[in-house]
Structure formats: structure tokens, C-alpha cells
């Protein structure tokens, strides 16, 4: 299925008191990380949505799309309508947020592979989590998310049509301190 990736990497890192995403993990910044995982050949189209310049600039090396979220303040639904809202023709878009190292290409390969037009595709580690791919069907419903909502909110109340696709070890951690870069 043709599917567009929306990488959310607009968000104010208030709990790390600092721009995580530029922030050297393992001698690179943590965003490319989730960009070198990406493999562009796979999707539609790749959209970063981001408040940052720096990052719009790494994203765009990558031969990304950049959309520019000027009110990250509106909280996590902003980006994600931001995205959708960038979405090509495709059928499907996978949302991934840029603050998990770990995230396997395994995991990202399983959700794309077990797409389909009527299921939700998320991670699990013994609970539904980011990343998460969601048919068109179900984009008027995430277009509705405010605030801090995230679309775990969507696929929670559609729960008998979600794909779980396990992952392994702590690929699904995020980090959102300083003290998370040393697990």
C-alpha cells in the first residue's frame, strides 16, 4: 500500500530543557538516529514536521519533505494535523515520533508489511505505542485530535481493528530527559 511517513519532531522538550533532538547520542544527534533508519525507496513521501531550522535542514539532506509547525505550543495534535495535511495520494501514513533510537528497521518493515486499508498498525511492547500507521479511512478522526492528544487516542477506540506488531527489548523508549540517554 502506498504510504507516507510522518516524522513528528516539532515538540519543545521541556522535560530535557534543551533541543533532545540535536543532542549527541552514541557521537551523533539523536534525530539522525530516525533519520538513518528511514529507507526514502519504501514510502510515498517522508514529511518532517518540525519547529526547528536545524532540523528542517538535516531533514532536507535526507531528501525529505519539511513542514514547518510555527505553533508547536498547540500541543502534539498540531504536528500530526500539520502532516496529514502534507500527505500525497497514498492510502496509508505512518506516524513516528523522532525521539526513539532504538526503533528497529525490523519494526518499521513488520508495520509497513502488515498494512492494509481497514487496520491500524501499531507497535507493541505490552502496550499499544508509537510508531503507528493509520489507513485514510481514519484520517477525519485524527484530523479531530487537540492538545497533547496523540493518535494512540484513535487507535485505542478502534482497538478490534489494530495490527500489534511486537518489538523487542526497549526499541519503543523515547527519551525525554537527560538521564534516558543512559539506559
Not at 510522518?6 to 547520542?25: C, M, V
Not at 557521537?27 to 513521501?45: A, C, N, Q, V, Y
Not at 485524527?142 to 482497538?159: N, P, S, T, V, Y
Request: net charge neutral; hydrophobic share 40%.
Amino acid at each position: 500500500m502506498k504510504t507516507d511517513l510522518i516524522i513528528l519532531a516539532a515538540g519543545n522538550s521541556t522535560r530535557f530543557q534543551a533541543n533532545k533532538l540535536l543532542h549527541l547520542y552514541q557521537g551523533k544527534p539523536l534525530i539522525l538516529h530516525t533519520f538513518d533508519k528511514i529507507d526514502r525507496s519504501k514510502f510515498e513521501h517522508v514529511i518532517v514536521v518540525t519547529q526547528y531550522s536545524q532540523i528542517a535542514e538535516a531533514a532536507r539532506a535526507y531528501s525529505f519533505d519539511v513542514v514547518i509547525n510555527e505553533h508547536p505550543d498547540q500541543g502534539i495534535s498540531s504536528s500530526i494535523r500539520l502532516g496529514l495535511q502534507a500527505c500525497s495520494s497514498s492510502e496509508c501514513a505512518m506516524f513516528l515520533v523522532a525521539d526513539m533510537p532504538g526503533l528497529s528497521v525490523k519494526t518499521i518493515d513488520h508495520m509497513l508489511a502488515a498494512a492494509a486499508c481497514d487496520r491500524i498498525v501499531a507497535a507493541y511492547d505490552g502496550g499499544i505505542k508509537n510508531p503507528m500507521l493509520f489507513p485514510k479511512k481514519y484520517w477525519p478522526e485524527i484530523r479531530e485530535l487537540q492538545g497533547d492528544q496523540g493518535a494512540k487516542k484513535i487507535a485505542l477506540r478502534h482497538l478490534s481493528s489494530v495490527t500489534l506488531i511486537k518489538t523487542e527489548g526497549e526499541e519503543l523508549r523515547d527519551i525525554d530527559s537527560p538521564k534516558d540517554l543512559y539506559y
